[in-house]
């Protein structure tokens, strides 16, 4: 019975992204990567030393909890990413389980993003690690509206029910000229209230 509930609810919420965005809100573009080779932007060495931190993302599920990683590294000196800062970040809900919403995406206060090559013969807003590293959920979209960047995830990231397993997004990723701060942000679901407040990196700007 619990499943039927969960295949329900990923329907409401597959209909909420399809709605889409404000229509204020500017499309940012979205292309997929590999890893370590998109490193190679930041790093001659394409090695890149990250600083991590996580929020605690918690919807009430019947035991563990997820969270929202913030993954920050500084371009070097004659790279093409010179003078500027990537921005990493990921959902993992793998650690909750328990009948609970799903996740359908993030907002954020980013402000201005920077171009990159990350996809020869093409400068892109944002780029989505779909090899080489954790994940298995794609974005859908990313729109601003503003400094606020809303992603959309490709569908619902869902905690484990029952043998289903709990689920991550991919890694995703973009630029910026301005050095990081810690600030906060908030991850929507389809429910009610349908957003959760999470503690994040982005652009001091």
Known sequence: MALLHRIGMLATATALIATGAPASAAPLSIVEVGFPAVNCL???????????????????????SGFFQSRIWNAAAGTPAAGKTGYLYRL???????????????????GPVAKLPYKSGSTDDVFVGTSGGLGTIKLKSAEQDGSVITFTFAKPVCAKMGAVAGETTFFFGLASTEPPHSTSGTVFTAG?????AISLRAPNF
Not at 43 to 61: E, H, K, M, P
Not at 192 to 196: D, K, L, R, T
């Open 42 to 64: 930041f790093q001659a060495s394409c090695t890149i030393v990250v600083s991590d931190s996580s929020s605690t993302v918690n919807l009430g599920f019947d035991s563990g």
């Open 192 to 196: 009610s209230p349908g957003f959760y």
């Open 92 to 110: 993992d809900l793998r650690g909750a389980a328990g009948f609970s919403e799903c996740v359908v995406g993030v907002t954020m206060n980013f």
